[in-house]
């Protein structure tokens, strides 16, 4: 399969949906998405079913607040999801919504200039429509770019994020299956190594295996990007997993590869213990979910640069922690 189809078809939502008016977003949805979408996104928006919801809940306030929005894309790529025997096939997008921050969204002031919203979306597409979307954005980044920081200091570097180094992450023609595979060789070897965090090798060794030594860690506001095993294993992976125990196994919804590129989500991907200190705060005992999205970029057989959505408002909420509605007020404001 070469997953034309689908790929077009999302291009054709992106199209009338990004372009269309406050008036017409409700008419984009419906046009594109079955009428059974199961839309997931982050906290404080979860699980919403159906295109009227998601546009009403969603893209219509976004809108509102970013306006002259455009879709600013760095990866884009289709395939067929190894989780369930390649019998769905998924379309993926990663970029930044940027536009003119002039109306509050989910209580962030506007600045009345430019603001990027991070973003990753998976859609699962059937007989011309989108069925299923995860859509994952990074809320704590926007409210850095206002002035707001969320989270006590990072761990790693806080930037508004680019794309692949090599400038090829836009997909939109056919790609050759073996390139596809051995990229999702290379996600599945890592995954491997990494069910075996508490037991395996030393952190460093271990990385070496599925890692270039320069990597590129994209993560999320709060935990911030960081580049080098080494200094991966220093400023993330490391304390990481040293402030986890009791981590569930992987729970992804997909799994997937095109070309040099490839990804996963779940809804959670896994649910951990926070045992110790973790972003500054000291552990609480209580188990949460991680709602994960992570895309990859291969070079030879080993992973170069990985781009990683976290659900933190969501996680934190779960540790008795709601810093959306501590920096905001949202819900207060809302009563």
């Known amino acids: 399969m070469d997953f034309q189809k689908e790929k077009q078809t999302v291009l054709e939502y992106y199209r009338e949906l990004d ?14 998405c079955s009428d059974n979408l199961i839309w997931h996104g982050f906290y404080p928006f979860d ?6 919801e998601v546009a009403n809940e969603f893209w219509i306030p976004l809108r509102r ?39 509050p969204w989910l209580g962030i002031q506007p ?14 597409v059937e007989d011309g429509k989108i069925v299923e979307e995860a859509m994952f954005f990074d809320i704590p980044h926007l409210m850095m770019q206002t002035g707001l920081n969320p989270f006590p200091p990072q761990t790693a570097a806080h930037l508004v994020q680019p794309g692949p180094m090599t400038h090829d992450g836009l997909l939109f023609d056919p790609q050759l299956a073996q390139e596809g595979r051995a990229t999702l060789d290379a996600i599945n070897a890592m995954i ?13 060794e271990e990385l070496a295996r599925t890692w270039h030594d320069d990597m590129i860690w994209w ?21 990481f997993r040293a402030a986890f125990r009791d981590r569930s196994k992987t729970g992804h919804i997909c799994r997937m590869a095109e070309g040099q590129f490839g990804g996963f989500f779940g809804w959670p991907n896994f649910t951990a213990r926070l045992t110790g ?5 000291p552990p609480t005992g209580e188990v949460g979910e991680m ?34 509605n501590q920096t905001t007020g949202y819900f207060t404001d809302r009563g």
């Open 19 to 32: 372009g269309a008016s406050e008036e017409a977003i409700v008419a984009a949805m419906e046009a594109n």
């Open 47 to 52: 699980e919403i079913a159906g295109p009227i």
């Open 65 to 103: 607040a970013l306006r002259k929005m455009q879709r600013r894309l760095d990866v884009f790529m289709a395939g067929a999801n190894s989780l369930d025997g390649e019998k769905s096939t998924w379309v993926v997008s990663m970029g930044h919504l940027m536009g003119l921050f002039d109306a």
């Open 111 to 124: 600045t009345n200039k430019m603001a990027f919203l991070r973003y990753c979306a998976f859609h699962r």
């Open 192 to 204: 491997a190594d990494l069910g075996t965090w508490q037991l395996g090798p030393p952190l460093e």
């Open 219 to 239: 993560g999320p506001a709060g935990i911030g990007a960081t580049y080098t095993i080494e200094r991966y294993a220093k400023q993330h992976s490391g304390p």
């Open 277 to 281: 200190d973790f972003m500054g705060m």
């Open 291 to 324: 709602r994960v999205i992570d895309i990859y970029r291969r070079k030879g057989n080993l992973l170069a640069e990985n781009w990683v959505f976290i659900d933190l408002l969501h996680f934190w909420r779960q540790q008795g922690l709601d810093f959306l």
